[in-house]
């Protein structure tokens, strides 16, 4: 049960998370220049005009009360409606999220069936020729913006060799360059992470005793170092996990993927303070979610993890 208690303790710990993270949001966007009511009525409208519109949505209540009064709201699940497309925030985010998340789960796949392998193999040939070719794609990598990645692979194999659609969800061609995109950045870190774990491993006593005892290579590879070299990188997954669906911001709005990226751009251009608040408060609770389901892979994979300590 001790899995269970811990599971409880970190779902309440994203309470006060989640209070912060929305109350510096809800303060910025309250703080930040220009009159919302002006840019959704535009500027044509009237100071009547404009005061009306201000005080349905509140606009015209202290700060603090009206965070207050949406923190009400979004504990009974009404996140309210959009200022500016007049849509219920839940049921968009709803719709959205199986895109987003469909992308980061491809992205995350992809970086770590390549990246991990790759990695261990980096490892334990090291200084090989398999070994710098990994390191130099890590840098390559690590060095190019997802925007620019996006825009030439989409001019590469989109316009030019016509293999992949440019954007949009017609079919599944259009999750093949998204993924690779958003996962590119992430493969890097893990080919790095799990060549490091896996170093760190090989090298330590306990290896070498299972050598010295007669067993192979190969065998005290597979049953003992690499699991061991699992527990950091199986982190970095969940990390790199919660990195992906904030990182999909760049990616949907490169190849029009309609999901929660797309919506909360849109949402910060306009100052849609409803949309915000609810986008980035469902985030928090999936990052949450997601570090919670780490820590307890984690202790499945390495027993000596006391998770009631």
Aim: aromatic share 10%.
């Amino acid at each position: 049960m001790n899995w269970l208690k811990y599971a409880l303790k970190r779902i309440l710990m994203l309470i006060p998370v989640i209070i912060s993270v929305t109350f510096i949001l809800f303060l910025i966007l309250s703080l930040a220049p220009g009159d919302v009511a002006r840019m959704v009525l535009g500027q044509d409208a009237t100071e009547e005009q404009v005061a009306q519109l201000n005080h349905e949505m509140g606009l015209d209540r202290p700060l603090l009360i009206r965070y207050l009064r949406y923190m009400r709201d979004a504990l009974r699940l009404d996140f309210g409606r959009s200022w500016t497309g007049n849509f219920d925030v839940l049921a968009e985010f709803s719709h959205r999220l199986p895109y987003t998340l469909l992308v980061s789960f491809l992205a995350i796949i992809f970086a770590t069936g390549v990246g991990i392998p790759l990695g261990i193999a980096s490892a334990i040939k090291q200084y090989s020729l398999l070994d710098y070719g990994s390191t130099f794609m890590v840098m390559l990598l690590f060095s190019m913006p997802a925007f620019w990645l996006g825009t030439m692979c989409q001019l590469l194999f989109c316009l030019t060799l016509h293999w992949l659609p440019v954007s949009g969800i017609t079919n599944w061609k259009n999750f093949i360059l998204p993924p690779l995109i958003l996962g590119a950045n992430t493969l890097a870190s893990m080919i790095r992470m799990s060549r490091t774990s896996m170093l760190d491993v090989i090298r330590m006593d306990y290896i070498r005793t299972a050598r010295a005892k007669g067993g192979s290579r190969r065998y005290v590879t597979r049953h003992h170092a690499i699991r061991n070299s699992l527990i950091p990188v199986v982190t970095q997954i969940g990390i790199s996990f919660a990195g992906t669906i904030g990182g999909a911001v760049v990616t949907e709005n490169i190849f029009a993927i309609p999901g929660i990226g797309t919506l909360l751009i849109n949402a910060v251009k306009s100052r849609d303070v409803p949309v915000v608040m609810g986008t980035v408060i469902f985030i928090t609770i999936i990052v949450g979610v997601i570090n919670l389901i780490v820590d307890l892979i984690c202790a499945l994979v390495d027993p000596r993890i006391d998770l009631a300590s």
